[in-house]
Structures are given as C-alpha cells and as structure tokens.
C-alpha cells in the first residue's frame, strides 16, 4: 500500500511515495521514471550498514548504474569537508546534469548531498530515500539544502527540490526509539499549526504511527502535505513558512543552551519543549486556553517526550541567558521579539514585537 503525495514547487512539480518496502523498489521507481540515468549514492555509516544493500541490489535488478558515498554518522557531516568529499565523488564517477544524486539517510544526508546535487554542474539530478523520521516528515519537503559553517548552522545552501522523494516507512524500524520520537514531534507540530483534525487522529492513532503499518504511512503522508501546503504558499519565505518554526525559538535556545549534545537533548525533543511553553507562553497571554496547553503536554509527555525545561538532565543556564539565546537565534528588533504563539490547538499565529521583558518573566516561571 503505497500513498503518493504530490508536491507542486515552481515549475517542477514532483512524487513523494509514502509507504514499506520502497527501497527495496527504488531501482524500478527510478528506471520507469527516468530511464538511462546512473546515480550515486550518499549515505552514513549506520544507514549504510542496514539498507545500502537493498537499495544497490534494487538498483543493480533494474538495470540502473550506481555507485556509493558512505559518510561518518551526525551533525559534523554536514560541513565542507564531506562536501568537498562528495562533489569529488560525484565528478570522478564523471556524472553528468541528467545523473542522480540519490540521498539515503536522515536530514544531515539529505541536506548535504542536495546541495552537492544542486551545486554540480549548475544542478544535478536529485531524489530522496529519507531514512529517520525527521527526514521523512520535514527535511525532505521543501527543497532547502546545505551545510554549517563555522559561523552557524544552515547558513550556506541552495533551494534544490528532488525529482522524487521515496519515503519507506519500513526502513524506520532500524531507527533509534528517540530518534522516531524527536521525529514525532515534527508530526505533532503540523497538527498544532494548522490541522486540529490531525491532532486529534494523532492523540487517538499515535500508538500504531510508533508500531508502523498503515498509521504510519498515513501520518507521514498528513505531514508531507501540511509542509507542502505552508511552503507553497510561501515558498520565498516571506512570511506564513515562519509558521514552521513553532516551538522552534524555544527549542533552539534549549539546543544552544545544552551545548548542542545530543545526549541531553536532540533536535525534537527541543522542538516539543519548545511547543509546549509556547503553549504555555499563548495562556499567559490570554491569547490559548489552558485546558488546549494541557492537552498539547498530555499527548507529547504520553508518547515520552520531554515538555519542561525541568526534563533536561544537567543543569541549564539562567532565564536571562535563555533570553540572550533566543534573541541570538531571532531577528530582534528594539527589545522586540517575533514568536509562533496560539490561539488554541491548529490555530497558531505569527506575534510581532513582543517585548522581551515579557518573555523573560514568562522564562523566569518556567524554568
Ligand atoms: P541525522 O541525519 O543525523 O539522523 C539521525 C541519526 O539516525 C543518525 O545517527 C543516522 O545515522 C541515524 N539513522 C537515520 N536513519 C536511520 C535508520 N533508518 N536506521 C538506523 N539509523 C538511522 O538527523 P535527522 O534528525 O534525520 O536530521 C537532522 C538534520 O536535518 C539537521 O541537520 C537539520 O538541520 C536538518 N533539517 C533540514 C530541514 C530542511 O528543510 N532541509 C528541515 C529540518 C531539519
Ligand atoms: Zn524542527
């Protein structure tokens, strides 16, 4: 049972295929689609070692020429070094524009080798095999790619968007448990943006998404086209794309302020700390009701992620250096901060101009 979500960006519009066994198919979906094309494929260490094989056998039953890139696992992959690593792969097996870059692994995998395919020879081909369940549900919708530099995170990409996205929900299985939850969270975002029915099929379904079957595709698919819908209506990011950063000025701050270590804390479960005080932050406001908050920490806490700052092992610093790393992450204008705030569940809003002082006491109460 495979479900494809169609996503229209620009002029191209392209195929998510959602669904279990998928890289095991890769090598047909690919050949049917664009016959006479030879890839390569870049991947990591741990995604390498349980599904490159299906996906070269898959390419090799088809008849499709490839070859592999395999990178160390984690955040530093994304960085010049690998990249100059994979553009030179990519030139030695002397691929040319109509070639494919294929993507296996999480978002580092994606973000890096879209921007390699973006960036050779003026734009490569590019499809996606995501792998963890962040990948599936955000980073591979949209079209952004890149790498970190020294100076920050993201800060040096292109817009690539793949001719294919393969997203099988079987290859899940092999994710860490945090990993799927931190992923979860993402999921859980669109609900609490925008999509109040999904928040609902998510508190009653969550238990078969985590188990797999057609839950899981059917959440994945929900998610594609929830970030498909925000992003095409804002593909410049203008505006309604900030939306997507719900729960992300919390979250980043609570990354920065944990040192980036990914045992206190991982991406997602900084977002779901993050949407919950945002919540929270809403109630204060006057702008959500408690009983909406309460349900958004019941649903994220019932499925073991983290909702308060207390949940974070070791210590955090200070409210007034959490504030320092929110206006750090934020554009900040006069004291002034922009947030995602709520009016209740699938109801979130852009805020501008909150005074900081605000957000300081709400920090102060929380922590
Ligand atoms: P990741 O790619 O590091 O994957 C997480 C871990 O899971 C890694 O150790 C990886 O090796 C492992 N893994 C992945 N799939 C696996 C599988 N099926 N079985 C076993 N292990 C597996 O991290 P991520 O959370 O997928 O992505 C995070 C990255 O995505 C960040 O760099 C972030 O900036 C980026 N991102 C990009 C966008 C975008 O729009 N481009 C959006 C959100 C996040
Ligand atoms: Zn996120």
Redesign the pocket.
């Known amino acids: 049972p495979v479900t494809r979500v169609e996503v229209g960006l620009g002029a191209r519009a392209y195929d998510i295929l959602i669904g279990p066994g998928l890289v095991a198919r890769a090598g047909d979906e690919i050949a049917r689609r664009m016959a006479g094309v030879r890839c390569a494929v870049v991947t990591?260490e741990?995604?390498a070692a349980?599904?490159l094989d299906a996906l070269a056998d898959s390419l090799g039953r088809a008849g499709v020429e490839h070859s592999a890139i395999t990178l160390d696992?984690?955040?530093k992959t994304?960085s010049f070094g690998p990249f100059e690593r994979v553009v030179d792969a990519l030139l030695g097996a002397r691929l040319e524009r109509g070639d494919l870059v294929i993507a296996l692994?999480?978002?580092?995998?994606?973000?890096l080798a879209g921007f390699a395919a973006g960036v050779v020879r003026r734009g490569m081909g590019f499809v996606q095999v995501p792998?963890?369940l962040?990948?599936q549900v955000?980073?591979s919708v949209?079209g952004?790619?890149g790498i970190n530099t020294t100076h920050g995170?993201?800060l040096v990409g292109v817009f690539h968007q793949p001719r294919l996205v393969l997203a099988d929900t079987a290859?899940?299985d092999?994710?860490?448990a945090r990993?799927f939850r931190?992923?979860y969270a993402e999921m859980v975002k669109y609900g609490l943006i925008d999509r109040p029915g999904f928040f609902d099929w998510l508190e009653r379904n969550w238990r078969d998404v985590f188990a797999g079957g057609a839950a899981r595709v059917e959440a994945i698919a929900e998610s594609c086209r929830a970030k498909a819908a925000i992003v095409a209506r804002d593909e410049t990011e203008a505006g309604e794309r900030a939306l997507l950063n719900l729960g992300h000025t919390f979250g980043h701050a609570l990354e920065a302020a944990t040192g980036y270590d990914g045992r206190r804390l991982v991406?997602g479960e900084g977002v779901a700390i993050g949407m919950t005080l945002a919540h929270r932050f809403s109630v204060r406001l006057n702008q959500c009701s408690a009983d909406d908050a309460e349900k958004v920490e019941a649903h994220l806490a019932g499925v073991g992620l983290p909702t308060r700052m207390a949940d974070i092992s070791g210590q955090l610093p200070g409210a007034e250096a959490l504030l320092t790393y929110i206006m750090q992450d934020k554009k900040v204008s006069r004291g002034a901060l922009t947030f995602i705030l709520t009016r209740g569940i699938g109801r979130s809003y852009i805020a501008k101009d909150l005074p900081a002082a605000e957000v300081l006491s709400f920090l102060r109460e929380n922590h």
Do not use: Q
């Open positions: 990591d741990n995604v349980v599904h696992p984690g955040e994304k692994g999480g978002g580092v995998i994606g973000d792998t963890s962040l990948a955000d980073s949209g952004k790619t995170k993201n290859a899940l092999t994710l860490p990993e931190a992923g991406h």
